[in-house]
């Protein structure tokens, strides 16, 4: 039988990586989107060569320089259209290679632009971590070198919360380790009391 897919999301701050280490905890394996996208960059990786071939100064010690495609993005209206058809099919075999590999009975898939991409069809059933505004702000800002007007760039470019929150299957909020832990258990057994009924 194949695993049930639970999609984690969240935007910015709202504790996906956090989340997704609880179920780590409880032996649920977790497939990292943005992982994916670090190997397929890093040295060797798959897209190194066809994005090379795209924008030659995003080649850099045999990797792929994220700061040079944003640049492109930047000159280029077109730029992460191009980017995207090179990268999605490679992140769609990754994951692929994962689901084939799990053996459980739940996966879950990290995927911060879950409903931004309409990825939500792929899946069994998502999971949206959220968090009040102001203390997603005080998260975001704590992290070294964030300013606010690149914190307000990046809330601007995601799918607002509330929105997400209409979408979600179930919702998970961040407020204390110890309450988020036991939410992901509940969630854990009610998926798997749901799979036996
Ligand atoms: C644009 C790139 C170089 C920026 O890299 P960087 O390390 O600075 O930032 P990071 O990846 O964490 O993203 C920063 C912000 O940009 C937004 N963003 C990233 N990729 C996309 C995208 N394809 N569409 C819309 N927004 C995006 C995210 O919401 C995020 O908040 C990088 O995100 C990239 O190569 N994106 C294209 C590949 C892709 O589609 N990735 C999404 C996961 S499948
Ligand atoms: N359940 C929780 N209780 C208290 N703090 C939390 C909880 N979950 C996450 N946090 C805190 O919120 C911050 C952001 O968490 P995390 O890095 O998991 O978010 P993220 O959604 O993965 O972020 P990004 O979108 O930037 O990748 C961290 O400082 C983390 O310690």
Redesign the pocket.
Known sequence: MSAFRLGLT?S????????AALFRDEGIPVWDADAAVHRLYAPGGAAVAPLAALCPAALRDGGIDRAALKDWIAADPGALARIEAVVHPLVAADRAAFLQAARADIVVLDI?LLFEKGSESEMDATLL?TAPPEVQRA?VMARPGMTEAQFNAILARQMPDAEKRARATHIIE????ES?RAAVRALIAHIRKAAHA
């Open positions: 969240g910015i701050g709202m504790g996906k990586s956090t989340t911060p971590v998260r961040t407020l204390d380790p988020a």
